[in-house]
Nanobody, 126 residues
Framework: QVQLVESGGGLVQPGGSLRLSCAAS????????IGWFRQAPGKEREGVSC????????YYTDSVKGRFTIARDNSKNAVYLQMNNLKPEDTAVYYC???????????????????WGQGIQVTVSR
């Protein structure tokens, strides 16, 4: 049974940092592109970042460029999202997802991913 489990979320003040982890069981993450998505109340789920499985290319949505960094550790079968200089507008439920084939034109498309975690809350507030 495939499972993706996110951890590392929580409450942080503006300007603070969090590191989200995505751990997998039942599949080997280095065979998959791994995306991070988020969904704020009343908004659609949006792509935040992705790391490919082919050339280890990384992609970011414009609003997080320069603040977020995605990385994978294949020895631990995990992917991480380091989030720095967090802003209130980063508040959302964050999901990791695994998909076999994504590229620069498709990494942010929800239907490109086969497996999803249950999500974890990130709240940025004073």
């Amino acid at each position: 049974q495939v499972q993706l489990v996110e951890s590392g979320g929580g409450l942080v003040q503006p300007g603070g940092s969090l590191r989200l982890s995505c751990a997998a069981s039942g599949l080997t993450l280095d065979y998959y592109a791994i995306g991070w998505f988020r969904q704020a109340p009343g908004k659609e789920r949006e792509g935040v970042s992705c790391i490919s499985n082919v050339d280890i290319a990384t992609y970011y949505t414009d609003s997080v460029k320069g603040r977020f960094t995605i990385a994978r550790d294949n020895s631990k079968n995990a992917v991480y999202l380091q989030m720095n200089n967090l802003k209130p507008e980063d508040t959302a439920v964050y999901y990791c997802a695994a998909g076999p084939h994504v590229g620069w034109a498709s990494w942010y498309k929800i239907d490109r991913y086969d497996y999803w975690g249950q999500g974890i809350q990130v709240t940025v507030s004073r």
